[in-house]
């Protein structure tokens, strides 16, 4: 009589399953980091790019105007104190509130935003000679704060969109002292920039350490002293946020960040802390400047 024997069927056994799952999780967290390097690197390199569109935009511009961008169209006269004297404030208030990267628009490939900003607006609402009202009070410019620049943005940091708006306001505390004041709408559907330009040590007329960039500047590239290789034109500013556990929830806005003064240094990147009184960057290891 013949006899029919069942073929065994072998499986994993439970160890060997849990041996499996382990080899997979290391294989993913020897990866993970390997992956993050590598988009790391990639934002690292996109936000140079950055950097060197606007270096070249302003290198642009001045060749079409005679010189470099208004660092920002503020006060006049241009070394109006901020913040002193409350005297001040409709001085200072009366004026474009415009910063440096908006004359910038039609050299980084952003015209047609630049003809919308300016409907509506005097045609040398921009000449850092004139002084007009506030950029609020141009339909043009308000319907379109909003507007999201990719050049503008550092791909490293990714907390752009929750932080209100800001420009930053330099002023002489004393005849030997000076301060610096952030000022915002506190509006969050301003688009916003990681990139701010340099003002030196203040900004402020006198200063022995003057940036390219100040209040109604007129700048030349020929006249920087120390050659344009020595000289820094802007840098990298990180968002802040988010608000609340003594974090300033500001980012500054592209339409109004103009200049920022270097007279406190820069925060330690990567950059975690409060102090939005220094330029900051999102990169590990590193502050980028152009």
């Not at 070394?79 to 908006?102: C, F, H, K, M, W």
């Not at 990719?150 to 490293?156: A, W, Y």
């Not at 020929?222 to 929830?249: C, I, R, V």
């Amino acid at each position: 009589m013949a006899q029919f024997v069942r073929p065994t069927r072998r499986g994993f056994t439970l160890i060997e399953l849990l041996v499996v799952i382990a080899i997979i999780a290391i294989l993913i967290g020897l990866l993970l980091p390997a992956v993050q390097k590598v988009r790391e690197a990639a934002a690292r390199t996109q936000c140079q790019n950055n950097l060197k569109q606007i270096g070249l935009a302003c290198h642009n511009y001045e060749s079409a105007n005679g010189y470099l961008p208004p660092g920002f169209l503020g006060s006049m006269p241009t070394d109006t104190p901020y913040g002193t004297d409350t005297r001040l404030e409709s001085i200072n208030y009366n004026a474009q509130l415009v910063g440096v990267l908006v004359p910038l628009l039609p050299y980084v490939e952003q015209d047609p935003l630049y003809r919308l900003l300016l409907t509506g607006a005097p045609g040398d609402y921009l000449d850092p000679a004139k002084r007009y009202p506030d950029f609020s009070n141009y339909a043009g410019f308000w319907n379109n704060r909003g507007a999201r620049i990719k050049t503008f943005l550092c791909p490293s940091d990714s907390g752009q969109e929750s932080n209100w708006d800001a420009f930053f306001a330099t002023f002489r505390a004393s005849a030997t002292s000076f301060s610096i004041n952030i000022v915002a709408f506190g509006d969050t559907a301003f688009g916003k920039t990681n990139y701010l330009g340099i003002a030196g040590r203040s900004g402020l007329q006198g200063e022995t350490y003057r940036g390219v960039f100040y209040n109604r500047s007129k700048s030349r590239i020929a006249a920087m002293p120390d050659g344009t290789s020595n000289t820094l034109m802007f840098g990298e500013y990180a968002s802040k946020g988010p608000p609340g556990d003594g974090w300033q929830p500001i980012t500054p806005a592209w339409m109004s960040a103009g200049m920022f003064p270097t007279a406190w240094g820069i925060d330690p990147p990567p950059s975690p802390d409060t102090r939005w009184y220094m330029l900051s960057s999102k990169h590990s290891g590193v502050i980028q400047f152009s």
